[in-house]
């Protein structure tokens, strides 16, 4: 940062100085992303980006409740400030009182608060773009082709109130997805991995593993669409569980919109909704996994509100020995529903009592035939009211006979629901790091066990391969 | 072009363009770069979220930065930041320059691209009416607070939700062959969802508007080009056949699927898998590569022989048109599939050289200043019948079948064959004459067999301009919005599942 540009310390400062309502909370994000994109062996697209964004939320009180203007806007100076907050102020006077309107959070100055931005850069590309060339050297030699995707980001959340809170959290987020394919694009393969830095990813030990399965396919079996006995393995299962966390709002629950909804009213917290030993819970400091320890919200909605920024978060069991515990809410919506406060947590973690195992062993210890898929694709809500999903398995399906893999599958289309599958599994791998294939990008920190699904729902064949 | 009576955002084209240009081409120049543009955008938007008419989000967002990409020694350098200054365009145009260095060891095929005629000086101004960012708040929720009030008086909605997305987007382009293009482009998205209970069988369900988002201003809702009142007024009735309607019998079934249903299947079948990005597999590892390989141009079967699909970036109020694209390239619309066969893809420069190509189509987009382009969607659609034939026309021809309304749930496969799709409402066809609803029905197809099952197109009278705000693609992840036109359309034979049977409820 040059000596010229404002801290955004001094960004939030300015806002809460600048504000003349009654009340204001204001969050700056300062981020900054590398990253590299390459096809067919060589590198295609990649990119440096800086950003700084402040979200201004200006809250005027009078008779008749509180009015709440929020307006979020890219800003480097304290002129650019000034103006945000002018307008944010200019249209909570205009508003009518929100109905999510409630008290601040109230506190001080958090240790870190004058800690400097956390940053990336090109360097933090430099070691894997080293281990990628060779990467590319040896799959030429191997004649396939890799394509794929690497990311690190850093942003740095200010949270400033007119109450006193000053928060501060820093977030790196890294991840690597890498598909292989032999050069005729007769099979493929995927790998990837969610991190916090990228000095954890073994770029050689991708290559080995996307080694090793587009061997596997040398072998190809046609199936037909049925229900099999079926390995999801921890990628698979947080593409699943990840829907599953994004549509347990409290209110849309409550408002008989969700497979949380009670048919006959209200929610099914207390319900077992999956089988015993089965727990999803978020955790804002479990190690490889944290995330932000205080609610940051730039819009209200069905499960935030404007209103919570700066509240703690804690962990939270969503589902806890099979038990629906908890549904997400802001103080607002636990209000209107009866249920706790309980704000989401940008993380996610999936345990199994006694689950124990990788998904290699899992392959082990298979009797008769299964399938051993890679990851998910393109997953959408087919009946929100039973969560019934459908989709696609993609790069590497794998046929599992005599307790190891003896070929692969063609892909297929599957309908099923997440919280079905939390019935139906007959066993459960240890819990690990994760990265969902579809939502990881946008969701990288989950941990999530293998499962053994009997009777998994392929409803057709897809010719992709 | 679209003519248009709107100038510029003043506050946008009042900044230092012409200085900031000029400091990153020639910074770029100092280095030896073959190629240089120079970006600068600022994205306006606004989410109206209603629940129950009452106000739940009316937040803005307004981004502003600027980019530089370079192509040095045959390598793409890229660099994004949101200062406007001197400094910060020297500093964004060394970073590119950087960028590019570090990625040259990693490049084996130079990124070379195709020729594109000097637009100096161009404006372009989509055609609206009414910039959504010019109406008060107060008025924006006032009218969807009394759509909402009006739909909970039916006994059948339990709950209303009203969301308005708007956005206003504007593009500085500059490169180093002297094309500088100022444009501006206004887009709105609004959806109404009521929802409702059949407590005697345990259903919940709900019905959603099929108005489509448009290339249009804050006017779309108050009455230029559709009919709020006559759909509103219908939703409360429609949602209580839902949930009283009998479930389908999974089978095979002819459909005629309406325009509000039918352009999300071709924008997934054919304007995903025409996107030369996905067919050389620049998007294997993410989006997915597509069935349509470059083998087949010009020889493969997509359809019967009523498919003529179209890639435009020019129609009025679509959600893809715009004058110039990302990479300076004048829009222009194209042939993608003539009388049932491939015939063209959708491009950007880069691409188009490495085919040896003469020109791109003109599809490279990014989503934000902070993105560098890609190859994005045109408007990908449908051709009507040059023949006066109604939906009522093609519903007359089926025996037993469905009639399918509204989008709602979608998925299609890496290399774009296998598709499921489910609909708003889906209604029973006997004997040529539409019945009642059915529910929880979902149709299956391959893309090549289900476009060659297509047997009749409805005529001009049938063809609206549908789409999407929300389609996805890239690393990192990119948002487009994008429009389709197309007729009703009448399909043979088709999977139809029981998306309850298929729970195994």
């Given at each position: 940062?040059?000596?010229?540009?404002?801290?955004?310390?001094?960004?939030?400062?300015?806002?809460?100085?600048?504000?003349?309502?009654?009340?204001?909370a204001?969050?700056?994000?300062?981020?900054?992303?590398?990253?590299?994109?390459?096809?067919?062996?060589?590198?295609?697209?990649?990119?440096?980006?800086?950003a700084?964004?402040?979200?201004?939320?200006?809250?005027?009180?009078g008779?008749?409740?509180?009015?709440?203007?929020?307006?979020?806007?890219?800003?480097t100076s304290?002129?650019q400030?000034?103006?945000?907050?002018t307008?944010?102020?200019?249209?909570?006077?205009?508003?009518?009182?929100?109905?999510?309107?409630?008290?601040?959070?109230?506190?001080?100055a958090?240790?870190?608060?004058?800690?400097?931005?956390?940053?990336?850069?090109?360097?933090?590309?430099?070691?894997?773009?080293?281990?990628?060339?060779?990467?590319?050297?040896?799959?030429?030699?191997?004649?396939?082709?890799?394509?794929?995707?690497?990311?690190?980001?850093?942003?740095?959340?200010?949270?400033?109130?007119?109450t006193?809170?000053r928060?501060?959290?820093e977030?790196?987020t890294?991840?690597?997805?890498?598909?292989?394919?032999?050069d005729?694009?007769?099979?493929?393969?995927w790998?990837?991995?969610?991190?916090?830095?990228?000095?954890?990813?073994?770029?050689?030990?991708?290559?080995a593993?996307?080694?090793?399965?587009?061997?596997?396919?040398?072998h190809?079996?046609?199936?037909?669409?049925?229900?099999?006995?079926?390995?999801?393995?921890?990628?698979?299962?947080?593409?699943?569980?990840?829907?599953?966390?994004?549509?347990?709002?409290?209110?849309?629950?409550?408002?008989?919109?969700?497979?949380?909804?009670?048919?006959?009213?209200?929610?099914?917290?207390?319900?077992h909704?999956?089988?015993?030993?089965?727990?999803?819970?978020?955790?804002?400091?479990?190690?490889?996994l944290?995330?932000?320890?205080?609610?940051?919200?730039?819009?209200?909605?069905?499960?935030?509100?404007?209103?919570?920024?700066?509240?703690?978060?804690?962990?939270?069991?969503?589902?806890?020995?099979?038990?629906?515990?908890?549904?997400?809410?802001?103080?607002?919506?636990?209000?209107?529903?009866?249920?706790?406060?309980?704000?989401?947590?940008d993380?996610?973690?999936?345990t199994v009592?006694?689950?124990?195992?990788?998904?290699?062993?899992?392959?082990?210890?298979?009797?008769?035939?299964?399938?051993?898929?890679?990851?998910?694709?393109?997953?959408?809500?087919?009946?929100?009211?039973?969560?019934?999903?459908?989709?696609?398995?993609?790069?590497?399906?794998?046929l599992?006979?005599?307790?190891?893999?003896?070929?692969a599958?063609?892909?297929?289309?599957?309908?099923?629901?997440?919280?079905d599958?939390?019935?139906?599994?007959?066993?459960a791998?240890?819990?690990?790091?994760?990265?969902?294939?579809?939502?990881?990008?946008?969701?990288?920190?989950?941990?999530?066990?293998?499962?053994?699904?009997?009777?998994?729902?392929?409803?057709?064949?897809s010719?992709?391969? | 072009?679209?003519?248009?009576?709107?100038?510029?955002?003043?506050e946008?084209?009042?900044?230092?363009?012409?200085?900031?240009?000029?400091?990153?081409?020639?910074?770029?120049?100092?280095?030896?770069?073959?190629?240089?543009?120079?970006?600068?955008?600022?994205?306006?938007?606004?989410?109206?979220?209603?629940?129950?008419?009452?106000?739940?989000?009316?937040s803005?967002?307004?981004?502003?930065?600027?980019?530089?990409r370079?192509?040095?020694?045959?390598?793409?350098?890229y660099?994004?930041?949101?200062?406007?200054?001197?400094?910060?365009?020297?500093?964004?145009t060394?970073?590119?320059?950087?960028?590019?260095?570090?990625?040259?060891?990693m490049?084996?095929?130079?990124?070379?691209?195709?020729?594109?005629?000097?637009?100096?000086?161009?404006?372009?101004?989509?055609?609206?009416?009414?910039d959504?960012?010019?109406?008060?708040?107060?008025?924006?929720v006032?009218?969807l607070?009394?759509?909402s009030?009006?739909?909970?008086?039916?006994?059948?909605?339990?709950?209303?939700?009203?969301?308005?997305?708007?956005?206003?987007?504007?593009?500085?382009?500059a490169?180093?062959?002297?094309?500088t293009?100022?444009?501006?482009?206004?887009?709105?998205?609004?959806?109404?969802?009521?929802?409702?209970?059949d407590?005697?069988?345990?259903?919940?369900?709900?019905?959603?508007?099929?108005?489509?988002?448009?290339?249009?201003?804050?006017e779309?809702?108050?009455?230029?080009?559709f009919?709020?009142?006559?759909?509103?007024?219908?939703?409360?009735?429609?949602?209580?056949?839902?949930?009283?309607?009998?479930?389908?019998q999974?089978?095979?079934?002819?459909?005629v699927?309406?325009?509000?249903?039918?352009?999300?299947?071709?924008?997934?079948?054919?304007?995903?898998?025409?996107?030369?990005?996905?067919?050389?597999?620049?998007?294997?590892?993410?989006?997915?590569?597509?069935?349509?390989?470059?083998?087949?141009?010009?020889?493969?079967?997509?359809?019967?022989?009523?498919?003529?699909?179209?890639?435009?970036?020019?129609?009025?109020?679509?959600?893809?048109?715009?004058?110039?694209?990302?990479?300076?390239?004048?829009t222009?619309?194209w042939?993608?599939?003539?009388?049932?066969?491939?015939?063209?893809?959708?491009?950007d420069?880069?691409m188009?050289?490495?085919?040896?190509?003469?020109?791109?189509?003109?599809?490279?987009?990014?989503?934000s200043?902070?993105?560098?382009?890609?190859?994005?969607?045109?408007?990908v659609?449908?051709?009507?019948?040059?023949?006066?034939?109604?939906?009522?026309?093609?519903?007359?021809?089926?025996?037993?079948?469905?009639?399918?309304?509204?989008?709602?749930?979608?998925?299609?496969?890496?290399?774009?064959?296998?598709?499921?799709f489910?609909?708003?409402?889906?209604?029973?066809?006997?004997?040529?004459?539409?019945?009642?609803?059915?529910?929880?029905?979902?149709?299956?197809?391959?893309?090549?067999?289900?476009?060659?099952?297509m047997?009749?197109?409805?005529?001009a009278?049938?063809?609206?301009?549908?789409?999407?705000?929300?389609?996805?693609?890239?690393?990192?992840?990119q948002?487009?919005?994008?429009?389709?036109?197309?007729?009703?359309?009448?399909?043979?034979?088709?999977?139809?599942?029981?998306?309850?049977?298929?729970?195994?409820?």
């Amino acid at each position: 940062m040059s000596s010229l540009m404002a801290t955004p310390q001094d960004l939030v400062e300015h806002a809460l100085e600048t504000t003349t309502a009654e009340h204001c909370a204001v969050v700056v994000r300062d981020s900054s992303t590398a990253n590299l994109r390459w096809a067919a062996n060589t590198l295609t697209t990649n990119g440096l980006m800086s950003a700084t964004t402040m979200t201004v939320v200006s809250v005027r009180t009078g008779s008749s409740g509180s009015a709440v203007g929020v307006l979020s806007r890219s800003v480097t100076s304290r002129g650019q400030v000034e103006r945000l907050v002018t307008e944010a102020d200019a249209a909570a006077d205009l508003a009518d009182p929100a109905d999510d309107a409630a008290d601040l959070a109230v506190g001080e100055a958090a240790a870190d608060w004058s800690d400097e931005p956390g940053r990336t850069s090109l360097d933090i590309l430099s070691g894997f773009g080293a281990g990628l060339g060779e990467a590319f050297d040896r799959s030429r030699a191997a004649s396939r082709k890799l394509y794929g995707y690497v990311e690190h980001d850093v942003t740095t959340t200010y949270l400033g109130t007119s109450t006193g809170l000053r928060l501060r959290h820093e977030q790196p987020t890294g991840h690597v997805g890498v598909t292989a394919k032999p050069d005729d694009w007769s099979a493929s393969a995927w790998v990837g991995r969610a991190v916090e830095h990228l000095t954890e990813i073994d770029v050689d030990a991708l290559d080995a593993e996307l080694g090793r399965r587009l061997g596997w396919a040398q072998h190809q079996v046609e199936l037909p669409a049925g229900r099999y006995q079926t390995l999801l393995p921890p990628t698979a299962v947080a593409d699943l569980a990840i829907y599953a966390y994004w549509v347990a709002s409290g209110r849309d629950a409550y408002e008989g919109q969700t497979v949380f909804s009670d048919p006959t009213g209200g929610t099914r917290i207390g319900e077992h909704i999956a089988k015993a030993g089965v727990r999803l819970g978020s955790d804002p400091t479990a190690t490889g996994l944290a995330a932000a320890p205080f609610v940051v919200a730039t819009a209200s909605g069905s499960s935030a509100s404007v209103f919570d920024n700066g509240l703690p978060l804690a962990a939270t069991d969503w589902i806890a020995d099979g038990r629906l515990t908890a549904l997400h809410t802001s103080r607002y919506t636990a209000g209107l529903t009866g249920l706790a406060v309980a704000s989401p947590v940008d993380n996610l973690r999936l345990t199994v009592d006694r689950g124990a195992g990788s998904a290699d062993d899992l392959v082990a210890t298979t009797d008769g035939r299964a399938l051993l898929l890679t990851c998910l694709w393109y997953i959408r809500e087919v009946d929100p009211q039973t969560l019934l999903l459908t989709g696609l398995t993609r790069d590497g399906v794998y046929l599992v006979e005599g307790g190891e893999v003896v070929g692969a599958v063609n892909n297929f289309r599957f309908n099923e629901s997440p919280i079905d599958l939390l019935n139906r599994f007959s066993e459960a791998g240890s819990t690990e790091r994760s990265f969902s294939r579809e939502w990881g990008d946008y969701f990288p920190r989950t941990a999530t066990p293998t499962l053994r699904v009997p009777d998994f729902n392929m409803s057709s064949v897809s010719q992709a391969s | 072009m679209p003519p248009s009576h709107h100038l510029v955002d003043p506050e946008f084209s009042a900044l230092p363009f012409a200085k900031l240009a000029d400091t990153a081409l020639q910074r770029a120049r100092d280095f030896g770069a073959e190629h240089t543009d120079f970006r600068v955008e600022r994205l306006r938007s606004q989410r109206l979220v209603l629940k129950d008419a009452g106000l739940v989000d009316a937040s803005e967002d307004d981004a502003l930065g600027c980019c530089v990409r370079v192509i040095l020694d045959g390598a793409w350098g890229y660099a994004a930041g949101v200062g406007l200054s001197i400094d910060d365009v020297v500093r964004i145009t060394e970073q590119a320059i950087a960028v590019a260095r570090a990625a040259r060891p990693m490049v084996t095929d130079p990124i070379v691209l195709a020729d594109e005629p000097v637009h100096a000086d161009r404006t372009w101004v989509s055609d609206y009416d009414i910039d959504p960012f010019s109406v008060p708040q107060a008025e924006k929720v006032a009218l969807l607070a009394g759509w909402s009030r009006d739909l909970l008086r039916s006994a059948s909605v339990d709950h209303v939700s009203a969301v308005v997305n708007q956005v206003r987007e504007n593009k500085y382009y500059a490169d180093s062959a002297g094309t500088t293009t100022m444009q501006q482009r206004i887009r709105i998205d609004p959806e109404v969802e009521v929802y409702g209970s059949d407590a005697s069988r345990g259903v919940l369900d709900s019905m959603r508007t099929t108005a489509p988002p448009v290339g249009r201003g804050w006017e779309y809702l108050t009455g230029t080009g559709f009919d709020w009142p006559g759909e509103l007024a219908q939703l409360p009735d429609l949602l209580a056949e839902k949930l009283t309607a009998p479930a389908v019998q999974s089978g095979r079934y002819d459909l005629v699927i309406h325009p509000s249903n039918l352009w999300l299947t071709i924008h997934e079948s054919i304007g995903h898998a025409t996107e030369l990005d996905r067919v050389l597999g620049y998007e294997a590892n993410y989006a997915g590569t597509s069935f349509a390989t470059l083998d087949g141009l010009g020889s493969l079967q997509y359809g019967s022989p009523q498919l003529n699909v179209t890639g435009d970036r020019v129609v009025s109020h679509g959600l893809a048109t715009i004058g110039y694209d990302d990479d300076g390239v004048e829009t222009q619309q194209w042939d993608l599939i003539k009388d049932g066969t491939l015939v063209g893809y959708q491009t950007d420069r880069a691409m188009a050289k490495l085919m040896g190509w003469e020109r791109s189509t003109g599809c490279a987009y990014a989503d934000s200043p902070g993105h560098i382009p890609i190859q994005r969607m045109a408007n990908v659609s449908l051709a009507a019948s040059l023949d006066t034939i109604s939906t009522d026309d093609l519903i007359a021809r089926v025996e037993n079948g469905l009639f399918v309304v509204g989008d709602k749930s979608w998925s299609i496969d890496m290399q774009r064959y296998n598709f499921q799709f489910t609909g708003q409402r889906f209604y029973a066809i006997k004997d040529g004459v539409l019945q009642g609803q059915v529910r929880d029905a979902a149709y299956q197809g391959t893309t090549t067999e289900f476009w060659g099952r297509m047997e009749a197109v409805g005529g001009a009278d049938t063809w609206s301009l549908q789409g999407a705000f929300n389609c996805g693609k890239a690393q990192p992840g990119q948002v487009a919005a994008v429009s389709h036109g197309c007729p009703s359309a009448l399909f043979r034979d088709i999977a139809i599942l029981n998306t309850t049977a298929e729970a195994g409820h």
